[in-house]
């Protein structure tokens, strides 16, 4: 059983750009796919970004407009989503889900498990 824990939220003003992590366990990663999805208030969850784990592709959703990336380290397992100059907008409680067919898409039905959520509050 994979579990995903995702760390590194909080408060921060805009501007003050914000790493979080994700560190994975229980599984084989030969073949991993992770995500990034958020939910920011009244609004459905949304797909940001993912990275496959072998060959490290990444892809982002267009409203990221360069201001999102994300890495991993392989030997910790974690993957780290940075957020530069985030404005307000980027409050919300973000998801680190995965997959184990290597083929990561923009679909929550897509991933089998995922994370508690980090919250993360952006003020002005």
């Known amino acids: 059983q994979v579990q995903l824990v995702e760390s590194g939220g909080g408060l921060v003003q805009a501007g003050t750009s914000l790493t979080l992590s994700c560190a994975a366990s229980g599984g084989t990663f030969s073949n991993l796919g992770l995500a990034w999805f958020r939910r920011a208030p009244g609004n459905e969850r949304e797909f940001v970004a993912f990275?496959?784990?072998?060959?490290?592709?990444?892809f982002y959703a267009d409203f990221v407009q360069g201001r999102f990336s994300i890495s991993r380290d392989n030997a910790k397992m974690t993957v780290y989503p940075k957020m530069t100059n985030p404005s307000t907008e980027v409050t919300a409680v973000y998801f680190c889900?995965?997959?184990?067919?290597?083929?990561?898409?923009?679909?929550?039905?897509?991933?089998?498990?995922w994370g508690q959520g980090a919250q993360v509050t952006v003020s002005a």
């Open positions: 990275i496959l784990w072998t060959g490290g592709m990444t």
């Open positions: 889900p995965a997959e184990g067919s290597g083929l990561a898409g923009q679909k929550e039905h897509q991933y089998d498990y």
